[in-house]
């Protein structure tokens, strides 16, 4: 059993920039690869960045590829996701998650345990 738990939301203006963070429990964190994902208000959830157990690979949407940074620190039993040059429709609930799928983790079904999620809204 894997609890994450998100924070790092909030309001920023358009352009600017925000880190959201997912604190894992237990000591298996580095077995699962993690991925965060969003839901903006009538639309589905949507794959954002994921990274693999190591570290040593990430996966991006193309909507925020060269603006959104995922990373984690395994010792720290957390994930990160930087996210830069932000614009309205970056506006959501993000979700962080993780996945005991050893195929590249970038499909919804892949994940197993999910967090809360965190409020990011970007104002125009």
């Known amino acids: 059993q894997v609890q994450l738990v998100e924070s790092g939301g909030g309001l920023v203006e358009a352009g600017g920039s925000l880190r959201v963070s997912c604190a894992a429990s237990?000591?298996?964190?580095?077995?699962?690869?993690m991925g965060w994902f969003r839901q903006a208000p009538g639309k589905e959830r949507e794959f954002v960045a994921a990274i693999t157990r190591s570290g040593g690979r990430a996966y991006y949407a193309d909507s925020v590829k060269g603006r959104f940074t995922i990373s984690r620190d395994n010792a720290k039993n957390t994930v990160y996701l930087q996210l830069n040059s932000l614009k309205s429709e970056d506006t959501a609930v993000y979700y962080c998650?993780?996945?005991?799928?050893?195929?590249?983790?970038?499909?919804?079904?892949?994940?197993?345990?999910w967090g809360q999620g965190t409020q990011v809204t970007v104002s125009s």
């Open positions: 998650a993780a996945s005991s799928d050893s195929s590249p983790p970038v499909i919804i079904g892949q994940y197993n345990y």
């Open positions: 237990g000591r298996t964190f580095s077995r699962y690869a």
